[in-house]
């Protein structure tokens, strides 16, 4: 007898049921959560993409992929709310909802033989996560790799293993905004990396995701040392809610980043974030 495929769900309303297969500590606030189907997979996700993610009876949020495995799906959860929270205590075995693939992603395959330069600040790691293993499985395709990495304090610092492994292959640069006494690393904000980092402005590409103070700084910075805009993305935050474009919640001047983002040129991006209001 021939073994079933494997079903595979469509996104829609309807959450379907995942299982915490593995737990990691990242941070006291932050944990990764290793999530795999009990039973009918989610149609595949690329990198930049998110899920709106359920704690039953406590309600939803987006998270970003932050892995993809097969069926498996890696999020990245920092607590600052009930929903986050619930889902950072989720263990082993606990059951969660999981509606998408929802928005547009990285758009890695567009930058073949450039290099790459990954910039990311804080939690804003975890979007990124999977471009660049991406990127190390095909090393071929592209140039050089750098990823340059921001957050506030040394103990924030997410994937510390992942990075470790990276930095035989690619260019790893970290800096903090503030050190305590073991710290030998940089101080400073993440765009003063980029005196170090190993790239042509006029072929490269750029992948940006962290605050939006941060996005700001870095893609202007690229843009003044020759980077073309069309080839710099950023991945935005609003407060997506329904994640189907209805509700107008993440609404960003005539954007509505669940569904026209949350990933976006510099050329789009640019121009509604220098208007306050917005």
Known sequence: MTAAAPLTARPGAAPVPYRVAER????????????????????????????????????????SVSGIDGRRLTHTVRTVGAVSGALNGLRRGDTVGV??????????????????????????????????????????????????????TPHELLYTGDVRGWQSAARILTTVDR????????????????????????????????????????????????????????????????ATGHCGHCQLGPLLLCRDGPVISWTKAQPLLMVREL
């Open 24 to 63: 990691e500590a990242e941070t006291p606030d932050t944990a990764t959560i290793v999530l795999e189907p009990v039973r009918s997979a989610l149609q595949p996700f690329a990198p930049g993409q998110f899920a709106m993610v359920y704690a039953f009876g406590v309600g939803d949020i987006p998270l």
């Open 99 to 152: 509606r998408g693939p929802f928005g547009t992603d990285w758009e890695l395959p567009a930058a073949a033989g450039k290099d790459l330069l990954v910039v990311a600040g804080g939690i804003g790691l975890a979007p990124l996560r999977p471009l660049v293993r991406d990127a190390l499985a095909a090393p071929e395709r592209y140039g050089r790799l750098n990823v340059l990495i921001g957050a506030r």
């Open 179 to 242: 050190a305590d006494p073991p710290w030998q690393g940089e101080v400073g904000v993440v765009t003063t990396l980029l005196d170090r980092a190993a790239f042509s402005p006029g072929a490269s590409a750029a992948f940006i995701c962290g605050p939006e103070p941060m996005i700001r700084a870095a893609a202007g910075e690229l843009v003044h040392r020759g980077v073309d805009p069309e080839q710099i993305r950023v991945s935005l935050e609003r407060n997506v809610h329904c």
